[in-house]
């Protein structure tokens, strides 16, 4: 099993940046699928942004160009560099990974960390 532990969430302004990290355990973070994904109040999550093994992103539609997604593999470390942010991106943000263990697909979620963007 793998175990993951976001950090960097808080109160920013409208407007400020964020960096949010994921730590993942084992070994299998170079070779998986990782994605934010983030939960509003009252509302489904909904997934943020992805990374392939290979460093290929995709990101939902109302974030493109104010965040981005990293990793790094030595370090076993998902990364979330957030500008911009609004109100509407306030939510509890929780990284995810997944990966293939002998045909079957595995996935595993942190606890998830709190960003709140006041106005």
């Known amino acids: 099993q793998v175990q993951l532990v976001e950090s960097g969430g808080g109160l920013v302004q409208a407007g400020g940046s964020l960096r949010l990290s994921c730590v993942a355990s084992?070994?299998?973070?170079?070779?998986?699928?990782m994605t934010w994904y983030r939960q509003a109040p009252g509302k489904e999550r909904e997934w943020v942004a992805g990374?392939?093994?290979?460093?290929?992103?995709n990101f939902l539609e109302s974030v493109k160009g104010r965040f981005t997604i990293s990793r790094d593999n030595a370090k076993n470390t998902l990364y979330l560099q957030m500008t911009s942010l609004k109100p509407e991106d306030t939510a509890v943000y929780y990284c995810?990974?997944?990966?293939?263990?002998?045909?079957?697909?595995?996935?595993?979620w942190g606890q998830g960390t709190q960003v709140t963007v006041s106005s």
């Open positions: 995810s990974i997944q990966y293939r263990d002998r045909g079957r697909l595995r996935s595993y």
């Open positions: 990374i392939t093994s290979s460093g290929n992103t």
């Open positions: 084992g070994n299998v973070f170079s070779s998986s699928y």
